[in-house]
């Protein structure tokens, strides 16, 4: 059984004539309007309600379910932000966002790469970002000076902290790891680079041996990533617990 919710004075104005009728019925007759089915009411609301600017309709049931009708402009405009919005508690940053980043670094690092006929590639920038991030760059005390030297050219994590502080995601640097999660394992698998947390994990059990795939996994932003192997995540989870201290009760 379903229920039409609106703002009648307001909404019946702008509504054609059948359903203006409709409506008029509803004001008078809450009691039956309460039996009519969902069809009777879709019926009545033809599309000229969508060319309204008052056209969210909300029907709710019996059991509390809501659905909700948008407008087909705002449905648009959710679907052209779909790939674009994160928020302040993402874990990981939105495929634009990430887009964005690399598009700023490649204008950055082509402007003090010299000698070059093509320039820096997006794959490139995405490589120089995934062997920072492998090596512990992710954390925020990490010494901005930090530097790697590939492709012939030396890189410090400072140019990527400021690129991601014009980009408007300051601090992001694990965030920005999580979203190129399994594109870093494939070249730390190839330059045969243990993941940041391989030596803690090693520790821990030392008789424990990881092929070169394996090893390459075991860094913190891959502890969610689904095409990071189960058993392997299990271990980065569990590297993140702190052992309590000897003698604390």
Not at 47 to 62: A, C, D, L, P, Y
Not at 109 to 119: A, C, S, V, W
Not at 148 to 162: A, G, H, P, S, V
């Amino acid at each position: 059984m379903f229920m039409l919710m609106f703002d009648l004075d307001g909404f019946t104005k702008k509504l054609p004539k059948k359903v203006t009728n409709f409506t008029q019925t509803l004001k008078k007759s809450p009691k039956e309007n309460a039996k009519i089915e969902k069809i009777e009411v879709s019926k009545a609301l033809n599309t000229e309600v969508f060319k309204s600017r008052s056209n969210m309709i909300t029907f709710k049931n019996t059991d509390n379910d809501t659905q909700n009708i948008l407008s087909i402009d705002f449905q648009r405009m959710l679907l052209l932000e779909k790939d674009k919005f994160h928020t302040s508690r993402s874990n990981k940053l939105s495929e634009f966002t990430t887009k964005k980043i690399i598009f700023a670094l490649e204008n950055e690092y082509n402007l003090k790469i010299k000698n070059t006929e093509t320039g820096i590639t997006t794959e490139q920038v995405k490589t120089i970002l995934a062997v920072h991030f492998q090596q512990g760059a992710t954390s925020r005390s990490c010494d901005g000076n930090t530097s790697i030297n590939i492709f012939n050219q030396d890189y410090n994590l400072t140019t990527i902290r400021k690129v991601l502080k014009q980009t408007g995601n300051k601090n992001s640097e694990r965030k920005l790891a999580r979203s190129l999660a399994t594109y870093i394992h494939s070249v730390c698998e190839i330059l045969e680079l243990p993941g940041n947390l391989y030596n803690k994990i090693s520790r821990v059990d030392p008789d424990a041996t990881f092929t070169t795939s394996e090893q390459a996994w075991l860094s913190d932003f891959q502890a969610d990533n689904k095409d990071c192997p189960p058993k392997l995540r299990d271990l980065i989870n569990k590297s993140f617990i702190k052992t309590s201290l000897k003698g604390k009760k």
